[in-house]
């Protein structure tokens, strides 16, 4: 499809131009009111093609073919738009053109978006022209997995989309203790959508963890042919059954100590007793 797209370059000036006397049969085929179209012909629409980051440059015309002057505000919808006038009047039998600007947004996948230049008069009677963009360039995926850590309840994570393109990721979650597999789930689609350069912190629940036990976690995830994995190790202690124990330790032993110094006291003489026996 041909680029209706001009490089950016002159001012954006507005021009007007001054209608001809229609015959009256073209007069009838004309329609009431004034009209918003594309300016240089007969386009159904803009079209414009760069690389993310790119100013492009195109013109719309409001036609006004009655005997009274019209004043309209214009206005993009969509996408980012910069016209050469917000609002403007425009004198009976006259066109006005004016130029705007359209820019593909900086780090943008590959791909169209669309939008619409609009004009509104003062009676809210309101005309459109659809706007078509392509940002063109290279289609990369590419994505990381980071800040991979075990919680007790459960696994986060982030996903970094480090490519030109949209991606909806597939993930899979393994963990291995010392006496084998405690978790194992199948690949399966992400409820996520991320743009060129997003960055989600997700949550995987893990119920049914080890009670005691060192695990290795892996996540595997892809998307659209990238592959990123992940690993990190947990240990599960059950500290509060532990130091229950412990205490149960602590007190055992104490009471041990005691009953032996209390079966030593009893096994020893007293002095008192020593004395009264040793008569000469």
């Known amino acids: 499809m041909p680029s209706a797209v001009r490089a950016l370059g002159p001012p954006l000036l507005l021009m007007l131009t001054l209608l001809g006397t229609a015959s009256p049969a073209a007069a009838a085929a004309r329609p009431a009111g004034w009209s918003l179209a594309p300016a240089g012909g007969p386009r159904p629409s803009f079209y414009a093609e760069g690389v993310p980051g790119t100013a492009l440059q195109d013109t719309v015309a409001v036609t006004n073919p009655g005997r009274t002057p019209v004043t309209v505000r214009l206005r993009g919808t969509g996408l980012p738009v910069v016209l050469a006038r917000a609002a403007l009047t425009v004198p009976a039998r006259t066109r006005a053109e004016v130029p705007f600007t359209v820019t593909a947004p900086s780090g943008s996948a590959p791909g169209d978006r669309s939008g619409a230049i609009e004009a509104r008069d003062g009676t809210g009677r309101t005309a459109r022209v659809p706007v078509r963009l392509r940002i063109s360039g290279p289609r990369l995926a590419a994505l990381t997995v980071e800040h991979l ?102 007190t055992a032993a104490f009471l041990v100590r005691r009953r032996a110094r209390r079966t030593r006291e009893s096994e020893t003489p007293s002095r008192e007793a020593e004395l009264t026996g040793a008569v000469a």
Request: charged content about 20%; proline content about 9%.
């Open 149 to 250: 850590a075990v919680h007790p309840d459960g696994i986060t994570y982030q996903l970094v989309n480090r490519g030109t393109t949209v991606l909806v990721p597939t993930l899979a979650v393994r963990a291995d203790g010392t006496f084998g597999r405690v978790l194992d789930r199948a690949p399966r689609p992400l409820p996520v959508r991320l743009a060129p350069g997003a960055r989600r912190t997700l949550s995987e629940p893990w119920h049914g963890r080890p009670f005691l036990d060192r695990v290795d976690v892996r996540l595997t995830v892809t998307a659209d042919g990238a592959h990123a994995t992940a690993t990190t190790a947990a240990t599960f202690v059950p500290w509060g059954t532990l130091g229950a124990l412990a205490g149960l330790a602590a």
